[in-house]
């Protein structure tokens, strides 16, 4: 009797620890499988065909040519569209596009301002979209350099510039070493409006190559969600590209073409030119942007002044000596894309 006892005990026993580890694993799979479906339904371009290095099989907006000229010593090509005004001539823009981006996303900036009579001149600077990826070190004078000897090669004698993103770093380079060339400056949501390398430490290619491989669909994902705080659908577009670059064969030789163009950011803040800047310029400022170049390697406590767009556009446009500040709330990185209608106005009245 006792040991039929003890033997009902040690069942009831074996039953309780094991109906527990069972409520424990289904607890940890009903925590675990929000995530997991959420993981599962970002994957939504895998099986998206892959893109090689210099993106051959991405459509652009229009037509694609290139310029052949070098960069370190290396012979390259530079991709480029140019599309001529509708109507009467006003002149001619040139844009620059952001390091995560392309020319492409300039679409539909390029059909307005040319239904505006502007001949406009989009290239993918080298390094970046259609253009070579040669394995040498990159700087913005250099990549002025190569613009300045396309607009020669298109017998352009004065642009425009309207740039965003780390464009803008390249069209603050650009008029500064060719101010005869730039008619007038606009400045879209540019990063170096602050000193980055007084908080951001230098970061050796091999961690930055080894990050960018790490990079996953859901990664990348929210990553542009930092730039588009009202996100649309066609935004998903960058992150589908992105997502064939990873699956094409060049991935790797990309990743590192990425790198090197941090290390130009990096190595070369643009703060002090600004007050030198002799172009009428404009500054158009998307008041929810919190961009900061490199934040992940900044301290915690660093990295709480910085990114404050608001206070930067102000306190840049008080130094330009002949500039106008244009905010634009509710908008984020790429007002061109984000609140495109108010840009256009915004641009063509400053253009005009």
Not at 73 to 94: E, H, S, T
Not at 162 to 183: D, E, I
Not at 263 to 281: G, H, K, N, Y
């Amino acid at each position: 009797m006792i040991r039929f006892k003890l033997f009902v005990i040690f069942v009831g026993f074996i039953f309780c620890v094991t109906k527990i580890s069972i409520a424990q694993v289904v607890s940890n799979q009903a925590t675990q499988s929000p995530s997991g479906a959420q993981e599962a339904e970002v994957e939504l371009y895998a099986k998206s065909p892959p893109l090689d290095l210099n993106l051959t099989q991405l459509e652009y907006p229009y037509p694609v040519h290139f310029f052949d000229t070098q960069l370190g010593g290396v012979k390259v090509k530079m991709a480029y569209m140019d599309v001529m005004p509708v109507g009467k001539p006003r002149g001619n823009v040139i844009l620059f596009h952001g390091k995560n981006f392309s020319s492409d996303y300039w679409g539909s900036t390029i059909k307005d301002l040319t239904q505006a009579g502007y001949r406009v001149i989009a290239p993918d600077q080298i390094g970046f979209g259609k253009s070579s990826k040669p394995e040498v070190a990159y700087h913005f004078d250099d990549l002025c350099a190569n613009t300045f000897q396309l607009l020669k090669h298109l017998h352009v004698r004065q642009v425009n510039v309207v740039a965003n993103s780390m464009g803008g770093m390249v069209g603050v380079r650009f008029v500064r070493l060719y101010p005869k060339t730039v008619r007038r400056l606009v400045l879209e949501n540019p990063i170096g409006l602050e000193d980055y390398s007084k908080a951001i430490p230098a970061q050796p290619n091999e961690v930055l190559l080894k990050l960018e491989m790490a990079q996953t669909e859901a990664s990348y994902r929210k990553f542009m969600h930092s730039y588009f705080p009202n996100w649309q659908p066609q935004f998903d577009s960058f992150v589908e590209n992105y997502v064939r670059i990873k699956n094409g064969p060049d991935y790797e030789r990309f990743s590192m073409t990425s790198a090197r163009t941090f290390q130009m950011i990096a190595e070369r803040p643009v703060v002090s030119d600004f007050p030198l800047i002799e172009a009428p310029t404009l500054l158009i400022i998307g008041q929810l942007d919190h961009t900061v170049f490199g934040r992940r390697f900044a301290p915690a406590d660093a990295v709480k002044s910085m990114g404050d767009f608001v206070k930067l556009g102000s306190d840049v446009a008080s130094i330009i000596p002949h500039a106008t500040l244009v905010a634009v709330p509710n908008v984020g990185h790429v007002p061109h894309l984000e609140s495109h209608e108010l840009f256009m106005d915004k641009v063509l009245q400053f253009l005009n």
